[in-house]
T-cell receptor, first 112, second 114 residues
Framework: GENVEQHPSTLSVQEGDSAVIKCTYS??????FPWYKQELGKGPQLIID?????GEKKDQRIAVTLNKTAKHFSLHITETQPEDSAVYFC???????????FGAGTRLFVKA | DGGITQSPKYLFRKEGQNVTLSCEQN?????MYWYRQDPGQGLRLIYY???????QKGDIAEGYSVSREKKESFPLTVTSAQKNPTAFYLC?????????????FGEGSRLTVL
């Protein structure tokens, strides 16, 4: 069935360094790839998304890249800050988008 | 402000009891979802509804039930048949009929079975 694998499960970086989280999806029909950030005790919030007709998208310190051939997509956070510490989920969905498949999550720690 | 409201935030239940988690949205979204989150796991889909009076089972529907009598409301009942109900439950909604796939989440309900 549809599957999204996410790595690493935990990531610790020093403030100011970059962080990269990688995901792989199994269904080649997937065309929408969002990233969500979840702070402790809260619901996830969308931070950036990318569609399959685009290879890269950037929004200030965060960027997402997509390799459709390899079925990989990645989240890049530059100049990390302590407030970036959270759990990050990648996800994938197909046209129509009624179901979204989530990765297992990455817990990011940014040390001051 | 538009958004999704889940209640209660924390809930304790004795074994053998049914409990109902509330989810209300004022975003005028057609689609609503219930996810279960366990430590170290992604979000697993319990039930979803694309329109009023219609809903479908997700990947882990056993032991749960839902209703969708109003567009704004999608309550989840955790029944005594659910073997391991202690978890964090998230409700979400999304517009349909557009190209956007963004899910809007509530703040969650944490259920603990004593």
């Amino acid at each position: 069935g549809e599957n999204v694998e996410q790595h690493p499960s935990t990531l610790s970086v020093q403030e100011g360094d970059s962080a990269v989280i990688k995901c792989t999806y199994s269904d080649s029909a997937s065309n929408y790839f969002p990233w969500y950030k979840q702070e402790l005790g809260k619901g996830p919030q969308l931070i950036i998304d990318i569609r399959s007709n685009v290879g890269e998208k950037k929004d200030q310190r965060i960027a997402v890249t997509l390799n459709k051939t390899a079925k990989h997509f990645s989240l890049h956070i530059t100049e990390t800050q302590p407030e970036d510490s959270a759990v990050y989920f990648c996800a994938a969905s197909k046209p129509g988008g009624f179901k979204t498949i989530f990765g297992a999550g990455t817990r990011l720690f940014v040390k001051a | 402000d538009g958004g999704i409201t889940q209640s209660p935030k924390y809930l304790f239940r004795k074994e053998g009891q049914n409990v109902t988690l509330s989810c209300e949205q004022n975003l005028n979204h057609d689609a609503m979802y219930w996810y279960r989150q366990d430590p170290g796991q992604g979000l697993r889909l319990i039930y979803y509804s694309q329109i009023v009076n219609d809903f479908q089972k997700g990947d882990i529907a056993e032991g749960y039930s839902v209703s969708r009598e109003k567009k704004e409301s999608f309550p989840l009942t955790v029944t005594s048949a659910q073997k391991n109900p202690t978890a964090f439950y998230l409700c979400a909604s999304r517009r349909t009929g557009t190209n956007t796939g963004e899910l809007f989440f509530g703040e969650g309900s944490r259920l603990t079975v004593l």
